[in-house]
Structure formats: structure tokens, C-alpha cells
């Protein structure tokens, strides 16, 4: 157990519709990112927060967005689902979000599109 | 855009068997990390290497940095099935936090 939580654990929609996932950092972590992992793009980095403020962006789609709220807790909302939306979405913390910082994967939400 | 390549993407062998998993780029890292994937979950680290050339030994694991810090080796000595997993790389480019994912080695270690 890392200690990070994700809810839900499964979550099937349809095409056109909006989702929120849901992450808690470990205790005392600041630093929160978000990854989506499928079989043919691998794990990719979406976006980082720290302390409530966007940090990094990576390859993260406009109808997708995110926040980290003041409880450092975070939530990642995708709208405009498509097919290939359809994927792991993991949650991960890290105490400060710099250099080697260790980042604790949470047990992700798997995301089904049909 | 895949920064980094990953050989084999898939390895079998048996229990006691030796195995070596690469990790390649063409872009050189200012830190590189190794984690291990199992299904159903995250992935968890095993690893950072941050030197040019550094080789790290975590009991039957040896991680290498490659000494232009483009490239990284797992070996894994006598394999056992509770090595079974997914191997990831993934490596920082910049002072940030933000890691880029290699495109992952299963391994299945046969009992």
C-alpha cells in the first residue's frame, strides 16, 4: 500500500460524457501527478501540481483538466469522452515534486469508453 | 513522443535463469529510475541512478547508468516468479520532477 488512494477503482461510460477522478496523497506529500496509461501509448505524464499550483503539463489533452485543492487532495476531469480515452489513469505523490523526488503510485482507475 | 525504447518488450524464461532488460535514447537524462508493475496496480519504484556510469545493487538486481546518461541496463540474477511483472523506466530530462516512461519489459520467471 502506498499510500495514496484513488476512487473509483472502475468507471464505465459512454462516449460525449464527463468524468472526475479522484486522488489523495500520502500524508504530508504536496506534489501530486497524474499519468494515463494504455497499451499502445505506455505510461505517459499528464500534468503535476504542488501545493495547489500547476508545476508541470505534459501530454494532456484540452477537454482534460485538473486541480489540487487546498486539502492537497486532487481531481482529474475529463470531458468529451472518446474511445480512446479508455485507460488506466494512475494518481502519484511526492513530498517536494523536484529532482528524484520518489513519486508513490496509487492503484489508478480504470477508465472504459464504450 | 517515446523518449525511451525498452528491449525485450517481452521476456519468458525459467526460475533460476539470469536476464538482462535495456533501456535506450537518444536524449540524455539528469536522473533515470527503474520501477516494477504488477497487474492491478501502480508502479513502484526500485530504483533511481543519477551519475554517469553508476551501478546500483538491490540484493539479485543490478541497474546501470550508462555513462552518457542515454541508456540504463536491469540485470536480474536468478530469477524468481516473485520477479514477475512489468519493468519500467522512466527518465528526467530537466532539475524538474517530471519523468518520461520507456515502453516497458514483461517478465514472466516459470516456477
Redesign the interface.
Known sequence: D?G?TQTPKHLITATGQRVTLRCSPRSGDL?V?W?QQSLDQ????LI?YYNGEE??K?NILERFSAQQFPDLHSELNLSSLELGDSALY?C?S?V?????????????TRLTVL | T?LLEQSPQFLSIQEGENLTVYCNSSSVFS?L?WYRQEP??????LV?V?TGGEVKKLKRLTFQFGDARKDSSLHITAAQPGDTGLY?C?G?TG??????????TSLTVIP
Open positions: 502506498s495514496v506534489s501527478y499519468y505506455g505510461l505517459q505524464f503535476q508545476r508541470a505534459g494512475f502519484a511526492s517536494w515534486g523536484e529532482g528524484t523526488d520518489t513519486q508513490y503510485f496509487g492503484p489508478g | 517515446q536522473s529510475q492491478g496496480e501502480g508502479p513502484v519504484l533511481t543519477v519500467l522512466a528526467a532539475t524538474g520532477n517530471q519523468f518520461y516512461f520507456g515502453t516497458g
